[in-house]
């Protein structure tokens, strides 16, 4: 492959003839309307040709301030707010929240709502996974794995819904607990006071069938070569970039990054009885991304299938007063999403509403390397990056 | 019985059977992707329009695609960019004018037929490249780029893969290499076996054929011109309405006519073991058809299955590859031709 | 609070080690987290220091917090008469293999809101300083591009800061005529079918 040199000028000499190419760089401008940009992203590449000499991405395009509209609602109004900033897994974004609230209060969620809790993240975080693995495909060229997966994710859904009455946006969760009646309101019946019935059943159908999307997705997706070649050696993060720039989540562990915020933050909800399993790969490019959450799908399969077996009877609801005042303070607390590290920032004032909320999202740190990445790629592999980050444009504008 | 009707009314005679033939069968084409599209992706695909099985999808596509408005962005080069689409279908509906689907029906029995073949078939990238410049649109741009790169890499072993075809043959008249594929090859217990070339001889050429012709199709893996994740959809982004429809329908089309080709080059064409003259008059065009839809469906199950292979790497398959592998081909060929 | 009195100590132990490397002088470590206060000039060598004695690679993120009197939505800060008006800088930092993290903190004066970037230590803080800039008015001097990540480089103001009006507030006041739902009460609650 020849190189441009600064000037955009190279030099070919063949034989007795000596030419002077000189390539001008041309702006092309990738989003905010582009198939693979998931969103409204905006990538300003400089290109020669088609490979990329400088990169800039431009977010902003569905910044909706959550931050600050967090500064004028209450506590429970928030989570309304927070499980739309990743859509893909809206409840996983509740649980650092409410544990934030919870931790600040001094109210303990009751064990039953905490298992339950756990067992709706890693439903999420299977959710999450299978719209990665299906449409890191598509971005790709093969439309078929899209299907398949969304096939077998809707069973999934089905169990999220019913427990919480939300597909993508549940908010279940209450300071003290999970909320304790699908329906409410005053024309609504109450028609749930707990897990619907038939729930374990569900969940177990619903693992199996995650199970099945796993290995077809292995035998169409994975061992394909034309797969591999477009994804081996391709947007290659290091170990130190990863953890420089923020990196989270399977992107890191693809870098052989081995944090995983259950592991490490035992008291955010109750991982510590389970046996799983922390996956890392040591290439950090494209293709090991994709195998590090497939290789995840299956950990969290067995893991809700542990879960599932130990939900505590009691109460799904502590004690709180009827007008939640937080204690002035503040507090960060951190929690495995799907997509990285989502963790909170609360500062009270012992109001009923918080002083500040910083919200760290995983997709917003995670797509930051990708003006260093992208240099030097072909168009091609920009896409084949990009979609190998796993990244939702509301986690990165927020 | 030919020789009395008058010329010019053969000539429109011609042109139906050829026009009709080609959007008849690429308006089936268009709905048997969508059907075996939705089986492989376990959906179940058209379902309402027309009642039964939603067979007048296709159709109602068209009728919608008539309605749209014809839009030239203001930055295109007009003329270059209205043109392009009708460039781009003539290239492709020129092709059947050679191929036999009967023992008599082939609008042009040309000694040369396959060189109009490789020649007339190049006509439709050129289509491609004017749309890709005249859109004024970068996407366009790089879309039509790559079809130029990707025609000069998979001609010649499209070209090179039927020189053996023509050496073993003995002719380039497709009508022909034919009734070539019909000569009987051996004698087994008093039955005259003939094989197509597939089964005789030119099985790497068949493969090697078959990829060349995907990759002019620009269908998936190397659907890279139209590359929808990465160039919205390349050469084709700013067209809508009509001139979209006949991209639509030209790339259809295309395919109709490679298979056509490989069908007559490598499966024996019209011809079937066992019929005689007279049966291939009437057979001929449904067993043609039976085939051309054989290989059809090959490319379909490509495209749902794989994924986009990258620049660099359809470049490398063609010239370290494929190229290489025909030149062995004709070799072969031609060594099995001196000895037998 | 709810960390049991053990965790705190190790936590507090923590804290206060960590301090001493990055020489730093206050700190606390209330309801698990860990503030480590530093001065602004000391603000880019206490990053190098946590980064290279700390042992704390991972950057999770870098923003801030306006302490101000004027507010003009939501709910002020407690005893804002006499609170001294300024910007928290804030900027959290982990350990990629243990639990060790901490938020390095400095305090800047409302009039000089100026702070070193610590975009040669951290290349993820790029994009945070960027956020930070633009939100509160804070200048990074030593950032390679300190431009507007969100917003049009036209906009006026700085959305994070207390003194900015929200639209939406202003339009329609809060919280209305309904108030906050009344909790449902907690003796409805039975135990599920299972476990």
Same mark, same amino acid.
């Given at each position: 492959?020849?190189?441009?040199?600064?000037?955009? =000028?190279?030099?070919?000499?063949?034989?007795?003839?000596?030419?002077?190419?000189?390539?001008?760089? *041309?702006?092309?401008?990738?989003?905010?309307?582009?198939?693979?940009?998931?969103?409204?992203?905006?990538?300003?590449?400089?290109?020669?040709?088609?490979?990329?000499?400088? %990169?800039?991405?431009? &977010?902003?395009?569905?910044?909706?301030?959550?931050?600050?509209?967090?500064?004028?609602?209450?506590?429970?109004?928030?989570?309304?707010?927070?499980?739309?900033?990743?859509?893909?897994?809206?409840?996983?974004?509740?649980?650092?929240?409410?544990?934030?609230?919870?931790? %600040?209060?001094?109210?303990?969620?009751?064990?039953?709502?905490?298992? =339950?809790?756990?067992?709706?993240?890693?439903?999420?975080? =299977?959710?999450?996974? %299978?719209?990665?693995?299906?449409?890191?495909?598509?971005?790709?060229?093969?439309?078929?794995? %899209?299907?398949?997966?969304?096939?077998?994710?809707?069973?999934?859904?089905?169990?999220?819904?019913?427990?919480?009455?939300?597909?993508?946006?549940?908010?279940?969760?209450?300071?003290?607990?999970?909320?304790?009646?699908?329906?409410?309101?005053?024309?609504?019946?109450?028609?749930?006071?707990?897990?619907?019935?038939?729930?374990?059943?569900?969940?177990?159908?619903?693992?199996?069938?995650?199970?099945?999307?796993?290995?077809?997705?292995?035998?169409?997706?994975?061992?394909?070569? *034309?797969?591999?070649?477009?994804?081996?050696?391709?947007?290659? =993060?290091?170990?130190?970039?990863?953890?420089?720039?923020?990196?989270?989540?399977?992107?890191?562990?693809?870098?052989?990054?081995?944090?995983?915020?259950?592991?490490?933050?035992?008291?955010?909800?109750?991982?510590?009885?389970?046996?799983?399993?922390?996956?890392?790969?040591?290439?950090?490019?494209?293709?090991?991304?994709?195998?590090?959450?497939?290789?995840?799908?299956?950990?969290?399969?067995? &893991?809700?299938?542990?879960?599932?077996?130990?939900?505590?009877?009691?109460?799904?609801?502590?004690?709180?007063?009827?007008?939640?005042?937080?204690?002035?303070?503040?507090?960060?607390?951190?929690?495995?999403?799907?997509?990285?590290?989502?963790?909170?920032?609360?500062?009270?004032?012992?109001?009923?509403?918080?002083?500040?909320?910083?919200?760290?999202?995983?997709?917003?740190?995670?797509?930051?390397?990708?003006?260093?990445?992208?240099?030097?790629?072909?168009?091609?592999?920009?896409?084949?990056?990009?979609?190998?980050?796993?990244?939702?444009?509301?986690?990165?504008?927020? | 019985?030919?020789?009395?009707?008058?010329?010019?009314?053969?000539?429109?005679?011609?042109?139906?059977?050829?026009?009709?033939?080609?959007? $008849?069968?690429?308006?089936?084409?268009?709905?048997?992707?969508?059907?075996?599209?939705? !089986?492989?992706?376990?959906?179940? $695909?058209?379902?309402?329009?027309?009642?039964?099985?939603?067979?007048? !999808?296709?159709?109602?596509?068209?009728?919608?695609?008539?309605?749209?408005?014809?839009?030239?962005?203001?930055?295109?080069?007009?003329?270059?960019?209205?043109?392009?689409?009708?460039?781009?279908? @003539?290239?492709?509906?020129?092709?059947?004018?050679?191929?036999?689907?009967?023992?008599?029906?082939?609008?042009?029995?040309?000694?040369?037929?396959?060189?109009?073949?490789?020649?007339?078939?190049?006509?439709?990238?050129?289509?491609?490249?004017?749309?890709?410049?005249?859109?004024?649109?970068?996407?366009?741009?790089?879309?039509?780029?790559?079809?130029?790169?990707?025609?000069?890499?998979?001609?010649?072993?499209?070209?090179?893969?039927?020189?053996?075809?023509?050496?073993?043959? $003995?002719?380039?008249?497709?009508?022909?290499?034919?009734?070539?594929?019909?000569?009987?090859?051996?004698?087994?217990?008093?039955?005259?076996?003939?094989?197509?070339?597939?089964?005789?001889?030119?099985?790497?050429?068949?493969?090697?054929?078959?990829?060349?012709?995907?990759?002019?199709?620009?269908?998936?893996?190397?659907?890279?011109?139209?590359?929808?994740?990465?160039?919205?959809?390349?050469?084709?982004?700013?067209?809508?309405?009509?001139?979209?429809?006949?991209?639509?329908?030209?790339?259809?089309?295309?395919?109709?006519?490679?298979?056509?080709?490989?069908?007559?080059?490598?499966?024996? $064409?019209?011809?079937?073991?066992?019929?005689?003259?007279? @049966?291939?008059?009437?057979?001929?065009?449904?067993?043609?058809?039976?085939?051309?839809?054989?290989?059809?469906?090959?490319?379909?199950?490509?495209?749902?299955?794989?994924?986009?292979?990258?620049?660099?790497?359809?470049?490398?398959?063609?010239?370290?590859?494929?190229?290489?592998?025909?030149?062995?081909?004709?070799?072969?060929?031609?060594?099995?031709?001196?000895?037998? | 609070?709810?960390?049991?009195?053990?965790?705190?100590?190790?936590?507090?132990?923590?804290?206060?080690?960590?301090?001493?490397?990055?020489?730093?002088?206050?700190?606390?470590?209330?309801?698990?987290?860990?503030?480590?206060?530093?001065?602004?000039?000391?603000?880019?060598?206490?990053?190098?220091?946590?980064?290279?004695?700390?042992?704390?690679?991972?950057?999770?993120?870098?923003?801030?917090?306006?302490?101000?009197?004027?507010?003009?939505?939501?709910?002020?800060?407690?005893?804002?008469?006499?609170?001294?008006?300024?910007?928290?800088?804030?900027?959290?930092?982990?350990?990629?293999?243990?639990?060790?993290?901490?938020? #390095?903190?400095?305090?800047?004066?409302?009039?000089?809101?100026? #702070?070193?970037?610590?975009? /040669? +230590?951290?290349?993820?803080?790029?994009?945070?300083?960027?956020?930070?800039?633009?939100?509160?008015?804070?200048?990074? /001097?030593?950032?390679?591009?300190?431009?507007?990540?969100?917003? /049009?480089?036209?906009?006026?103001?700085? /959305?994070?800061?207390?003194?900015?009006?929200?639209?939406?507030?202003?339009?329609?006041?809060?919280?209305?005529? +309904?108030?906050?739902?009344?909790?449902?009460?907690?003796?409805?609650?039975?135990?599920?079918?299972?476990?």
């Amino acid at each position: 492959m020849t190189q441009l040199d600064s000037r955009g =000028i190279v030099e070919v000499s063949d034989g007795g003839v000596s030419v002077e190419l000189k390539g001008e760089a *041309m702006t092309l401008n990738i989003g905010p309307q582009h198939p693979s940009t998931h969103g409204v992203l905006r990538l300003v590449a400089e290109v020669d040709g088609e490979r990329i000499s400088k %990169l800039d991405p431009a &977010i902003g395009y569905m910044h909706r301030g959550k931050e600050k509209l967090s500064e004028v609602r209450t506590y429970p109004q928030i989570t309304a707010l927070i499980n739309r900033i990743d859509w893909v897994s809206g409840f996983a974004n509740e649980v650092a929240f409410i544990r934030a609230v919870e931790k %600040l209060t001094g109210i303990e969620p009751t064990e039953r709502a905490q298992m =339950i809790r756990l067992i709706l993240t890693e439903l999420t975080r =299977i959710s999450n996974h %299978l719209v990665f693995a299906s449409s890191y495909p598509l971005e790709l060229g093969a439309a078929t794995p %899209l299907m398949w997966a969304f096939r077998e994710r809707e069973h999934i859904m089905d169990v999220i819904e019913s427990v919480t009455g939300g597909r993508f946006h549940p908010n279940f969760n209450r300071v003290g607990g999970v909320k304790p009646a699908a329906g409410g309101g005053k024309t609504q019946k109450k028609v749930s006071l707990d897990l619907p019935s038939g729930f374990y059943a569900s969940v177990e159908n619903a693992m199996d069938k995650a199970e099945l999307a796993c290995d077809e997705l292995d035998e169409l997706v994975t061992g394909n070569e *034309m797969i591999q070649i477009r994804t081996k050696d391709v947007g290659i =993060i290091s170990y130190e970039d990863a953890v420089a720039y923020g990196i989270s989540g399977p992107n890191a562990r693809a870098s052989g990054v081995p944090t995983d915020l259950r592991k490490l933050e035992p008291d955010v909800l109750p991982y510590a009885g389970l046996d799983f399993d922390v996956i890392t790969r040591e290439n950090g490019d494209s293709f090991d991304r994709y195998l590090v959450r497939i290789a995840e799908i299956r950990e969290s399969i067995k &893991i809700v299938r542990q879960a599932v077996n130990s939900v505590p009877a009691g109460p799904l609801q502590a004690k709180v007063p009827r007008v939640l005042k937080v204690p002035a303070g503040s507090i960060y607390v951190r929690a495995e999403n799907p997509k990285g590290e989502m963790g909170y920032y609360i500062v009270s004032q012992g109001g009923r509403v918080p002083y500040r909320v910083k919200i760290r999202s995983a997709s917003f740190s995670n797509i930051s390397i990708m003006s260093k990445v992208a240099v030097g790629q072909l168009i091609p592999d920009l896409v084949a990056t990009m979609g190998s980050l796993d990244f939702v444009l509301g986690d990165v504008d927020r | 019985m030919i020789e009395n009707v008058p010329f010019a009314l053969l000539l429109g005679i011609k042109v139906l059977v050829v026009l009709g033939l080609m959007l $008849g069968v690429s308006l089936v084409l268009i709905y048997a992707e969508l059907k075996w599209s939705a !089986h492989i992706q376990s959906r179940v $695909g058209p379902w309402y329009v027309g009642g039964r099985w939603g067979w007048a !999808h296709p159709l109602a596509e068209a009728v919608k695609f008539l309605q749209k408005e014809d839009l030239v962005p203001e930055e295109a080069d007009d003329k270059v960019f209205r043109l392009a689409p009708y460039v781009m279908l @003539a290239g492709t509906v020129a092709t059947f004018v050679v191929i036999p689907i009967g023992p008599e029906w082939v609008a042009r029995n040309l000694d040369v037929g396959i060189f109009y073949l490789l020649a007339i078939s190049s006509l439709s990238t050129l289509g491609v490249l004017m749309a890709g410049w005249g859109s004024g649109n970068k996407y366009s741009l790089i879309g039509g780029v790559r079809a130029g790169a990707q025609l000069i890499a998979y001609e010649l072993p499209l070209v090179l893969a039927l020189v053996a075809v023509a050496i073993q043959a $003995g002719t380039l008249s497709l009508t022909g290499i034919v009734e070539a594929q019909a000569t009987p090859l051996f004698t087994i217990g008093g039955v005259d076996i003939a094989l197509p070339y597939v089964l005789s001889g030119q099985i790497i050429g068949f493969v090697i054929f078959v990829i060349a012709s995907l990759a002019e199709l620009n269908r998936t893996p190397f659907d890279l011109p139209l590359a929808e994740s990465e160039l919205t959809m390349g050469y084709v982004t700013e067209y809508s309405g009509l001139r979209f429809t006949m991209f639509f329908l030209g790339e259809y089309a295309g395919m109709v006519s490679m298979a056509a080709i490989v069908s007559t080059v490598y499966l024996g $064409g019209y011809w079937m073991p066992g019929l005689s003259d007279s @049966a291939l008059d009437i057979a001929g065009p449904f067993i043609l058809l039976a085939k051309i839809f054989f290989v059809l469906f090959l490319f379909i199950w490509f495209r749902w299955t794989w994924p986009r292979i990258r620049e660099d790497q359809l470049q490398g398959l063609a010239w370290k590859w494929l190229i290489p592998l025909t030149l062995f081909n004709i070799i072969a060929t031609a060594t099995l031709k001196v000895v037998l | 609070m709810t960390d049991s009195p053990s965790e705190t100590t190790e936590l507090d132990a923590f804290a206060g080690e960590f301090a001493a490397k990055i020489g730093a002088e206050r700190w606390t470590a209330d309801h698990g987290t860990v503030h480590v206060y530093v001065d602004r000039e000391h603000w880019l060598t206490a990053a190098i220091a946590a980064r290279d004695e700390g042992e704390l690679d991972f950057f999770s993120w870098l923003s801030a917090v306006d302490w101000s009197r004027e507010v003009a939505v939501g709910e002020p800060a407690e005893d804002v008469d006499n609170l001294e008006e300024r910007y928290e800088v804030l900027c959290r930092l982990s350990s990629s293999t243990n639990s060790d993290a901490v938020i #390095l903190a400095t305090v800047l004066d409302k009039e000089e809101a100026r #702070l070193d970037s610590l975009t /040669p +230590v951290y290349a993820g803080a790029a994009w945070h300083e960027r956020e930070t800039a633009e939100m509160f008015g804070i200048d990074f /001097p030593g950032h390679p591009n300190l431009i507007n990540l969100y917003l /049009p480089e036209a906009f006026e103001g700085h /959305p994070l800061r207390k003194s900015f009006a929200l639209g939406a507030r202003e339009v329609k006041p809060w919280p209305g005529h +309904v108030d906050v739902e009344d909790m449902p009460s907690t003796e409805n609650i039975e135990a599920g079918e299972g476990s």
